[in-house]
């Protein structure tokens, strides 16, 4: 194999079960640097445990992943060094003000001081939370959409080649989130390589370049867009595969009285 074929980022036949429940049933996916996928599936379908094990926060029972060909179970520090991660519900140091986050984050990293220091003011001010930060607000008083942003920019923070994000444009305000598209679209465009989790079709059908679905743990189909939708829209598709629950005769009738 050579180093071209190598993708950014590889899930490789993860596999959890919790308690008889397979959440991750050989869930595999290849992401090639330069590009944009984006994981949809159904609640529950195991979206949040494929990921959290394909970046070191959940022991797979079986499979690993790669981050530019390191096996990330194998050697962590290797290739966690080249992966930024937004995990679901992101739990944050919070009596902390965001710049104070992003110091103690990289400083953690190992990156240098000014480094960090010339980074987190400029990821504050894109990510328009300068303000707050002059006003001294701490990240327990941020809204959701704020902490979600934060945790993007400590995802950001060292610039990884790799980017998983769980659910990044959940309760973020349009003017925020065409911002974020934009960083995206701007880190892919310099060969970073991005997966994002969402439940939100148009939005993958807009950014994303491929798509994969999951249900019940499984990777039922991806590919480029263009490939999974066909000539038909990507929701279509999803509810084909994972199939439509009819509302039943007479369901939550009392709404209607
Ligand atoms: N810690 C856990 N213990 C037991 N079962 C779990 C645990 N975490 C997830 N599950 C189960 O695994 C399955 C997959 O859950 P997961 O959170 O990965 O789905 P998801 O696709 O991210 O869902 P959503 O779209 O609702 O966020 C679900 O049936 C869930 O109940």
Redesign the pocket.
């Given at each position: 194999m050579t180093t071209d074929d190598i993708p950014a980022f590889e899930l490789a036949a993860l596999t959890?079960d919790?308690?008889g429940?397979l959440?991750?049933d050989r869930v595999s996916l290849r992401v090639p640097a330069g590009s944009l996928t984006g994981l949809v599936?159904?609640?529950?379908?195991?979206?949040?445990?494929?990921?959290?094990m394909a970046v070191g926060l959940l022991r797979p029972d079986s499979g690993t992943s790669y981050v530019q060909g390191v096996d990330l179970w194998k050697q962590p520090d290797r290739a966690k060094a080249a992966l930024g991660v937004l995990p679901?519900g992101l739990a944050l140091p919070e009596r902390l003000t965001g710049a104070e986050l992003l110091t103690y984050w990289g400083l953690l990293r190992g990156m240098p001081a000014p480094e960090v220091a010339d980074r987190t003011r400029e990821l504050l001010a894109v990510l328009e939370l300068d303000d707050a930060e002059r006003r001294g607000v701490l990240v327990i008083e941020y809204s959701t959409g704020m902490r979600k942003k934060i945790g993007l920019a400590t995802a950001l923070l060292h610039a990884p080649r790799v980017l998983v994000l769980?659910?990044p444009f959940e309760a973020v305000d349009p003017v925020s989130a065409r911002v974020l598209r934009r960083i995206l679209r701007t880190f892919v465009v310099g060969g970073g390589a991005v997966v994002i989790?969402s439940?939100v079709m148009s939005l993958v059908e807009d950014l994303c370049d491929r798509v994969a679905i999951?249900g019940a743990?499984k990777v039922m189909v991806d590919g480029t867009l263009d490939e999974v939708r066909g000539t038909d829209s990507l929701e279509n598709v999803f509810v084909n595969l994972v199939g439509e629950r009819d509302a039943e005769a007479g369901e939550l009738s009392w709404l209607a009285t």
């Amino acid at each position: 194999m050579t180093t071209d074929d190598i993708p950014a980022f590889e899930l490789a036949a993860l596999t959890k079960d919790f308690s008889g429940k397979l959440a991750a049933d050989r869930v595999s996916l290849r992401v090639p640097a330069g590009s944009l996928t984006g994981l949809v599936g159904p609640n529950g379908a195991g979206k949040t445990t494929s990921l959290a094990m394909a970046v070191g926060l959940l022991r797979p029972d079986s499979g690993t992943s790669y981050v530019q060909g390191v096996d990330l179970w194998k050697q962590p520090d290797r290739a966690k060094a080249a992966l930024g991660v937004l995990p679901d519900g992101l739990a944050l140091p919070e009596r902390l003000t965001g710049a104070e986050l992003l110091t103690y984050w990289g400083l953690l990293r190992g990156m240098p001081a000014p480094e960090v220091a010339d980074r987190t003011r400029e990821l504050l001010a894109v990510l328009e939370l300068d303000d707050a930060e002059r006003r001294g607000v701490l990240v327990i008083e941020y809204s959701t959409g704020m902490r979600k942003k934060i945790g993007l920019a400590t995802a950001l923070l060292h610039a990884p080649r790799v980017l998983v994000l769980d659910e990044p444009f959940e309760a973020v305000d349009p003017v925020s989130a065409r911002v974020l598209r934009r960083i995206l679209r701007t880190f892919v465009v310099g060969g970073g390589a991005v997966v994002i989790s969402s439940h939100v079709m148009s939005l993958v059908e807009d950014l994303c370049d491929r798509v994969a679905i999951i249900g019940a743990g499984k990777v039922m189909v991806d590919g480029t867009l263009d490939e999974v939708r066909g000539t038909d829209s990507l929701e279509n598709v999803f509810v084909n595969l994972v199939g439509e629950r009819d509302a039943e005769a007479g369901e939550l009738s009392w709404l209607a009285t």
